[in-house]
């Protein structure tokens, strides 16, 4: 069984931070990439970053200087650190992996960015 708990979201101004964190199982996270995507209201859900078991990442554009995917191996937990947020970061946030080519998701934790 697939399960990924996601905290950490919240209210912050623009130009703050926030962190998230995704708590998975060992086997999960030692095996397979895990990554952030977030979905807008009336918006489709988008990849923003990932993270390989390896350490390799990989950002979108739009977040590339802001945020910063790490892994705690001690801890089965991936973080994805948020700065110089601003207003249109405002998503529910979701961790995701893919295991044997189906994707799996958190519960999803809502960040919102106030102007």
């Known amino acids: 069984q697939v399960q990924l708990v996601e905290s950490g979201g919240g209210l912050v101004q623009a130009g703050g931070s926030l962190r998230l964190s995704c708590v998975t199982s060992a086997w999960i996270f030692r095996t397979v990439p895990m990554g952030w995507c977030r979905q807008a209201p009336g918006m489709q859900r988008d990849m923003v970053a990932s993270?390989?078991?390896?350490?390799?990442?990989f950002y979108t554009d739009s977040v590339k200087g802001r945020f910063t995917i790490s892994r705690d191996n001690t801890k089965n937990t991936v973080y994805l650190q948020m700065n110089s947020l601003r207003p249109e970061d405002t998503a529910v946030y979701y961790c995701r992996v893919e295991v044997m080519g189906r994707p799996y998701w958190g519960q999803g934790t809502q960040v919102t960015v106030s102007s």
């Open positions: 993270i390989s078991p390896d350490g390799g990442s």
